[in-house]
């Protein structure tokens, strides 16, 4: 048995060192690497389970093609021969928007942005824009920060007050979980604010219980009590932001009677956060979940606003941590990418591609190519993707196991995982070290690289000399400039990780981002896009102050959270247990309903309908489902088929968690 240390290649805010052992050419054991200096030899059950996903009998071993209805292995030659002929014909007859590039970002690999690279040198396909994941985040505090920028993991201890605004730190962000105990232990105050009383809620101080998709409101709140007692910081304000008397005009425009009946927050609990952000630094930890709402940008926004009033931007122990996308931002992406290869372009959203496939014209899509997501589990409204995915001619996936997506597919490409392929690794969502993963194993059967794959394809093209570079070079090209700053292939061979230069607390010279340089309460950026760059009174679509008769249809709000065991799709077929639909209901829906625990109960709306066992969720807000998202159409199907596909109102995130559904006892 010989130990090597290797990384986490899972999309997760923790991005872990592992410590791997290898016997006989398989992977053994993972374990964290415990001179990791943020993950510190601890790692989550998925990350140990990717031994089990390696190892799974489950893989995809060869290239598969569908003949009749049934997958046929064939060669790597006769795949990649015909995909590229038919590449080759719809680019001639069409053009190559004809081609939609559909895919996620299930592998942090640094590497795995050479798909890109792929499609800019074939000419330019149709591809995805935004994220149903934090798009309407990312873009929000693009809008008032000029960027989205995190905190380093240590400034914690600089903290005073902890607000966790969202995030479901126990479940998915592993290692700030731990930092929180620490924190605590040294004397911060934690907070928690959620519609679900989560496993972070049990350590808080205090716990906020707010009506899911109006957190915004709640902010609105927090400041009018602030600038009431005068605890805002007028210095900020004064020389560092603009827009600041349209947020005052808002403020004005709600009463505190209003924002408790929106929130069921009481003004008790307004005073007192406006104390806790006044008497800082406070570190307020918004997570994703909120953000997945029609009005989920103009949320963040309004948070972000707060943060910023109360004097906790720019300082140490202070920060509006979302994203961190200083991490992604150091690497050479675009020599990775080539981006000015494109001739043609077209985008889709992300949110909308299903859409966007049926109703594409002047050029229809003819082909798609999924790699890195398996749109068919993860994307809103899977009926409808379903009907997009069946409607083209030809759909390639590239993937390790056969999800509901590659069971729609023409062609199967088995691809590599983590210890089968060299790659770094780095995650532009908590911290800043990015980790060396060694080629450790040969894959299994003729599984192959993606990047080998893009080469044979480029090669077949007629651009080869793209992607003509070793394993190397190619890392090398993505480090660009940071080797001059010592961050070298050759150290990361040696270090395993090693820090990206960013700055450790974003801002604190406060020039900004924005075409300002200022903060903006009120945003060019957003007028700049023809949107209206104002903060406001939002609500969430599916709710009865948006949708009245909705909401007398379909009475309860389903909120459809990242699963504890499993990350997103990834480890559903792996594990026995959580092949069953779980539907967690308040206590409220439960009395309602008349329901019990382990009750079976069909959920449903005019999208589509899941049937599970009860759970009942005592402290959750009133009127709320839970059904954790990823799960297989084989044992049971994907919560996806009740969420929306709505754009958020910046138009870069999703509306997956604005859902109204209703349930109800399954009697047979
Ligand atoms: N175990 C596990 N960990 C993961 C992942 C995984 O699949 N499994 N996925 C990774 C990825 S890609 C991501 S994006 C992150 C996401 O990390 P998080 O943001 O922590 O995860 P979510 O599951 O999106 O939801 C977070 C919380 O939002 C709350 N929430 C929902 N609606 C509202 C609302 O209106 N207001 C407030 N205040 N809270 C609300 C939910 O109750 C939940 O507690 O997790 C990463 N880590
Ligand atoms: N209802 C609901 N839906 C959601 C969410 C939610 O909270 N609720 N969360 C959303 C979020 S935050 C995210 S990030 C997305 C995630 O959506 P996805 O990224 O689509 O989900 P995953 O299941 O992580 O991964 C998809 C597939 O990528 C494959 N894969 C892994 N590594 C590689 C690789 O190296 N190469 C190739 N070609 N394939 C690989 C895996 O086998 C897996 O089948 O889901 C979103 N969908
Ligand atoms: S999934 Fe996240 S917490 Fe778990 S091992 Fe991987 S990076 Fe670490
Ligand atoms: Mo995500």
Redesign the pocket.
């Known amino acids: 048995m010989v130990s090597y240390k290797s990384a986490c ?3 997760c805010w923790d991005n872990c060192g592992f410590q791997v052992e290898v016997e006989n050419g398989k992977v053994k054991k993972i374990d964290g690497d415990p001179d990791h200096p943020i993950t510190q030899g601890k790692i989550c059950g998925r990350g140990r389970a990717l031994e089990a996903r390696a190892n799974s009998d489950l893989r995809l071993l060869y290239p598969l093609k569908k003949i009749d209805g049934e997958f046929q292995q064939i060669s790597w030659n006769q795949a990649l021969d015909e995909i590229a002929r038919k590449m080759d014909e719809v680019r001639k007859s069409t053009g190559s928007t004809s081609i939609l590039h559909s895919h ?4 942090s ?1 640094l590497l ?1 942005n050479i798909d890109k690279r792929f499609f800019n040198c074939l000419g330019g396909v149709t591809e995805l824009t935004g ?4 798009g309407a985040g990312i873009e929000a505090q693009t809008w008032d920060f000029g960027n989205a920028f995190s905190h380093s993991p240590d400034d914690l201890a600089n903290s005073k007050n902890i607000v966790i605004w969202g995030r479901n730190v126990a479940r998915t962000n592993m290692h700030l979980y731990q930092n929180l105990i620490t924190a605590k232990k040294n004397g911060a105050n934690l907070i928690v604010i959620d519609p679900i009383f989560n496993a972070t809620a049990k350590i808080a101080h205090s716990y906020i219980s707010v009506k899911p998709g109006m957190d915004g409101v709640l902010a609105i709140g927090i400041m009018k009590e602030m600038i009431r007692l005068e605890l805002h910081d007028r210095m900020f304000i004064e020389h560092y932001s603009t827009g600041f008397s349209d947020l005052i005009e808002l403020l004005d425009s709600i009463s505190i009677d209003e924002i408790e009946r929106y929130t069921d927050v009481s003004r008790e609990t307004l005073l007192e956060l406006a104390r806790i952000y006044h008497k800082g630094p406070t570190s307020t930890f918004l997570g ?2 909120m953000q ?1 709402y029609a009005n989920g940008g103009n949320t963040i926004r309004l948070i972000d606003a707060l943060i910023a009033i109360s004097g906790n931007i720019g300082v140490p122990g202070g920060g509006a941590n979302f994203g961190h996308l200083q991490v992604g931002q150091s690497f050479a992406v675009n020599q990775l990418s080539l981006p000015e290869r494109k001739k043609e372009h077209r985008t889709f959203t992300m949110m909308k591609q299903a859409e966007g496939i049926l109703e594409a014209v002047d050029p229809e899509i003819k082909m798609v190519f ?6 068919l ?4 409204d899977t009926n409808l993707v379903k009907k997009a995915f069946e409607s083209v001619e030809t759909l390639v996936v ?4 056969m ?1 509901d ?2 069971e729609l597919a023409d062609y199967v490409l088995p ?4 210890f089968e392929e060299e790659d770094l690794y780095y995650s532009s969502m908590y911290h800043h070290y990015v980790n060396y993963g060694p080629q450790l194993v040969s894959a299994p059967g003729e599984a192959k690289s ?1 990047l080998w794959i893009w080469t044979e394809l480029a090669k077949r093209l007629g651009f080869g000399e793209d992607f003509n570079y070793s394993k190397e070079e190619w890392i090398e090209m993505g480090l660009g400039g940071l080797q001059e700053k010592g961050i070298t292939l050759e150290k990361l061979k040696e270090m395993n990780h090693l820090p990206l230069p960013v700055d450790e607390i974003p801002w604190e010279d406060f020039q900004f981002g924005t075409p300002s340089g200022k903060y903006e309460f009120t945003s060019q950026t957003a007028s700049s896009k023809g949107l209206d760059g104002k903060l406001k009174l939002l609500f969430p679509k599916e709710s009865s102050y948006s949708n009245k008769e909705l909401s007398e249809k379909y009475p309860y709000t389903l909120l ?3 699963p504890m065991r499993s ?4 480890h559903y077929h792996l594990i026995e247990n959580l092949q069953t639909i779980k539907i967690e209901v308040s206590k409220d829906i439960a009395e309602e309903k008349g329901l019990v625990e382990d009750e079976v109960v069909r959920v449903f709306n005019d999208r589509g309908e899941l049937t599970g066992r009860v759970r009942i969720l005592p402290k959750a807000h009133s009127k709320i489902v839970n059904i954790d ?2 799960q297989w159409r084989k044992f049971g199907g ?3 088929l009740l ?1 929306p596909n709505g754009e958020s109102d910046n138009k870069q995130g ?1 509306t ?2 604005d859902c109204l559904v209703d349930l109800e006892k399954v009697t047979s």
């Open positions: 290649p899972l999309n996620d970002y299930s592998n690999g795995k994220s149903i994941c934090w994703l979940g997945r999924v790699t890195c997501g398996n749109p589990t993860q994307v809103p590239v993937e390790q196991f999800t997506t590659a691809t590599t995982m983590v993606d459809t959270i990242h990350n997103h799709s990834q998202e990823g994907s919560v996806n969420t999703s997956l968690y």
